[in-house]
């Protein structure tokens, strides 16, 4: 019975683990989420995820959570709620009667606990209490014109997360140092990153964050540079991004995941949100180490034009800045850094050729720009 052992899970040092900070990305563009009602509405995903962010409180009582809404004309906090917005929110609280408009079931829910709250473990009330307040504001704030778009912004909230993360990893590393063992240790999947960067930044308080999408990917295209240069600070980070889409696929968060190692799941039936999120997401980095866990093959590695923010199969990078261009640029002029290149008789090419010769010739020019399929790097 000896050789039977078990103990494998058990964490090989005795101390205290360190927290995890989980940040969500809350894609809320009114137009998807009407699009997705019938399966999923966006009231019942909303309860889902508090849920979700419950069981993640949970799990160890320094464990933090921070919520931002992606919507569809700007990013906004949902938690922590910060001092200004604190202060529009109780001079709204008079006018507010828009609450019926924004989703009736949202509002019973919230009533329905107003009554139980008391008897509420506090960190879940503060966070349900906030979110819902500030999903509320974001939305009745939100004209019939904004709704119509069905873009959201997906990079300023990404942005918003990483900020948020950075600070609470400088905090957490002044206030218990950053030479615990434990947190060498728990640097799951990357122990050789955790010794490239010598272990002292941001493997004290891991993070990760959780992307909710809805939207559809050809609307994300025009912010594909800063999108891409957050998941390159997350990479860097050693942030992982994992993305739950509820419908539609983006091209974009598919890389994102890819390149940060972190979840991809399409759900094909939202209406078990609560049930992927509690399996798929729920584990943090230090537990994903025991698990298999749902990563995405195909990815789907295209990128977007600087010049017209098209998806593009092939694209004409420059040399200099990495730019990626559908076509050759006017006068062979870079439009990122200005650099002139030389694109030869580019233009003078016939119009009937066989996809041979047309290697060919792209090659001749390779010198200075290139058509190249799929470039990965920007420009900082
Ligand atoms: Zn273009
Ligand atoms: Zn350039």
Redesign the pocket.
């Known amino acids: 019975m000896n050789a039977v052992d078990a103990s494998e899970h058990y964490e090989s040092v005795a101390t205290e683990p360190a927290p995890s900070l989980l940040a969500i990305v809350l894609d809320v563009n009114p137009h998807a989420w009407a699009l997705l009602e019938d399966q999923l509405p966006f009231s019942k995903a909303l309860a889902n995820l508090l849920v979700f962010i419950n069981a993640h409180l949970a799990f160890n009582y320094t464990n933090e959570v921070a919520v931002v809404a992606s919507h569809s004309q700007r990013a906004a906090w949902l938690y922590p709620t910060h001092s200004q917005q604190q202060k529009t929110s109780t001079n709204r609280q008079d006018a507010d009667g828009d609450i019926e408009m924004n989703g009736q079931e949202a509002h019973n829910i919230h009533s329905s606990r107003t009554s139980t709250q008391n008897n509420m473990y506090r960190p879940f009330r503060v966070v349900e209490e906030q979110v819902l307040e500030n999903v509320r504001e974001l939305l009745a704030s939100t004209d019939a014109s904004d709704v119509s778009a069905t873009s959201t912004m997906l990079a300023g909230a990404l942005t918003l997360a990483l900020s948020h993360i950075n600070r609470r990893t400088m905090t957490w590393t002044e206030t218990h140092g950053n030479s615990s063992v434990d947190t060498a240790n728990a640097a799951t999947g990357s122990s050789s990153a955790a010794a490239v960067s010598g272990g002292n930044v941001s493997l004290g308080l891991q993070s990760r964050i959780l992307i909710v999408s809805v939207s559809s990917s050809t609307d994300s295209a025009h912010q594909y540079i800063p999108i891409m240069n957050s998941i390159f600070a997350c990479q860097r980070l050693h942030i992982p991004i994992d993305v739950c889409k509820l419908s539609g696929d983006a091209v974009f968060l598919q890389q994102a995941s890819d390149a940060t190692r972190g979840v991809y799941m399409s759900l094909t039936e939202p209406r078990g949100l609560l049930q992927y999120l509690m399996m798929a997401f729920l584990p943090d980095q230090r537990s994903r180490k025991h698990l298999v866990l749902p990563s995405r093959v195909d990815v789907d590695f295209r990128a977007a034009?600087?010049?017209?923010?098209?998806v593009?199969n092939i694209g004409f990078v420059c040399s200099i800045c990495l730019s990626i261009?559908?076509?050759p640029p006017e006068n062979g002029d870079c439009l990122t850094c200005g650099t002139h290149l030389e694109i030869g008789d580019y233009g003078a090419r016939p119009a009937v050729l066989g996809k041979k010769k047309k290697k060919k010739k792209a090659r001749l020019n390779g010198s200075s720009a290139t058509a190249t399929p799929t470039p990965t790097a920007t420009p900082g």
Request: charged share 30%; with cysteine.
């Open positions: 034009c600087f010049c017209h923010r098209r593009v261009f559908c076509e």
